[in-house]
């Protein structure tokens, strides 16, 4: 099963340190914990939408909180949108992840860029 995370855009693999970090991240707040999928929707490429607990806690918003990730305002729909855009905002406040490492472009717009190139 693919599972794509719903209500976050984290920075591709391709956009350096930042998305290494949240990947490296993803993987260790998955790793040896109990999963649980909260499932939205299924997208156009056959992937579950979800939200993902791991031991608990909300690997999505962590990954928001520790700046390893963007709220995804177009996707919020489904998610308690307060939250998200809480932890966005405490993670710009304190300068985490994307904030400290001074990305300029976020994901969406780095994979509009590449399509078109």
Do not use: H
């Not at 709220?71 to 308690?80: I, N, S, T």
């Not at 939250?83 to 976020?106: H, M």
């Amino acid at each position: 099963m693919t599972v794509r995370l719903v209500c976050i855009d984290a920075p591709e693999t391709a956009q350096g340190q930042s998305g290494t970090e949240a990947t490296q991240m993803l993987k260790q707040l998955l790793s040896n914990a109990s999963l649980e999928l909260r499932p939205q929707t299924i997208d156009k490429y056959g992937r579950t939408v979800a939200e993902v607990y791991a031991g608990g806690r909300n690997v999505n918003l962590e990954l928001v909180r520790m700046g390893l990730a963007y709220a995804y305002r177009d996707y919020l729909g489904g998610c308690d949108a307060n939250a998200y855009l809480d932890a966005e905002a405490q993670a710009e406040r304190y300068r985490q992840g994307v904030w400290r490492w001074g990305n300029k472009l976020k994901p969406w717009d780095f994979r509009k860029q590449q399509r078109s190139n």
